[in-house]
């Protein structure tokens, strides 16, 4: 971390990055990062492609920093270019999907909770995979990442009501997918 930089808000951040400040965009990479990295990482389900992605996403960030318009918030510009590396690199190899981490899980109990858990989760991760790019794109922004709809819609550059349409079709189709498993328990 940068001193001083701390209590900066993203804008300030981003402004004397598109003026040349190194340090200033070192900053906001130290602060996105994680959030690109998992974005991808939800997207593609590969844990190299998704680092390889995010890398790719703040060398664009910096060739395109002066396209920046400090108007809106930092987080949607740099979700935004996140989700263009995650679809190129998604159109350029077929990832082996696992969206969460086994970190994630909290220690089962019983060895059989925790086979179970598993399978269930790996249905879950299959079913979203299986979405068609651009609903899985919103599911992950919204439900994994906690990104509002505005956030979502300036990150995709798509109008509110289509975020929530690719929303609602996404959560339909994961619960039509995953209604069986659901009632096996």
Known sequence: MIPGT???????????????????FCELVRRYRPLAVNVVYR????????EDAAQTAF???WE?????????????????????????????????ADLQDASDQPAPDRVEESVERRERAQRVRRAVME???????V?????????SYREISEAL???????????HYAR???????RPVAEEK
């Open 6 to 24: 701390e209590l900066l808000d993203d804008n300030p951040l981003a402004i004397a990055a598109k003026n040349g400040d190194r340090d200033a």
């Open 43 to 50: 997207m593609c389900g590969d844990a190299m492609l998704a």
């Open 59 to 61: 060398l664009r960030a």
């Open 64 to 96: 395109h920093l002066g396209s920046y318009q400090p108007r809106g918030s930092f987080r949607p510009w740099i979700l935004r270019i996140a989700v263009h590396a995650a679809i190129d690199s998604l159109r350029s190899q077929k990832p082996e």
């Open 131 to 137: 979405l068609p790019e651009a609903s899985r794109m």
């Open 139 to 147: 599911l992950v922004l919204k439900e994994y990442q906690d990104c």
């Open 157 to 167: 550059d798509i109008p509110i009501g289509t975020v929530m349409s690719r929303l």
């Open 172 to 178: 339909t189709v994961l619960l039509q997918t995953l």
